[in-house]
């Protein structure tokens, strides 16, 4: 392959290669240890909002994330592991009921 030719970078959607659902986990698990990465960025937010539920409009907004995909990706993995929940409900920044994620107080 020439060099910068990120050709067989690419996603590949009309083929049965393309993403899965499954897959995110195993893509964005290994960043949530980072202590610098957007990840980690993402899960401190969460955890600092002591159970408060937030959108990813909002931690995109709240960390200057280019785009509300990266919150999203993160998010998604999230939920449901280690005390954070994903559901519908009010953000507790922007008041608009959405998908939001909290991480759950332990007493």
């Not at 590949?12 to 610098?36: H, K, Q, V, Y």
């Not at 401190?44 to 509300?68: F, M, Q």
């Not at 990266?70 to 592991?81: F, H, I, M, P, Y």
């Not at 994903?86 to 007493?107: M, P």
Request: with cysteine; net charge positive; glycine share 8%.
């Amino acid at each position: 392959m020439p060099a910068g030719d990120n050709a067989a970078m690419r996603w590949n959607f009309g083929s049965d290669r393309c993403f899965r659902p499954e897959w995110l986990a195993a893509i964005a698990a290994p960043a949530m240890t980072g202590a610098t990465t957007i990840a980690g960025q993402i899960e401190r937010l969460i955890v600092r909002l002591d159970g408060a539920a937030v959108c990813d409009a909002c931690v995109t907004d709240r960390l200057n994330l280019s785009v509300p995909a990266q919150a999203n990706v993160v998010t998604r993995a999230l939920g449901g592991q280690r005390g954070y929940e994903r559901r519908k409900q009010e953000c507790a920044l922007c008041g608009t009921t959405k998908l939001v994620i909290r991480h759950a107080r332990h007493s």
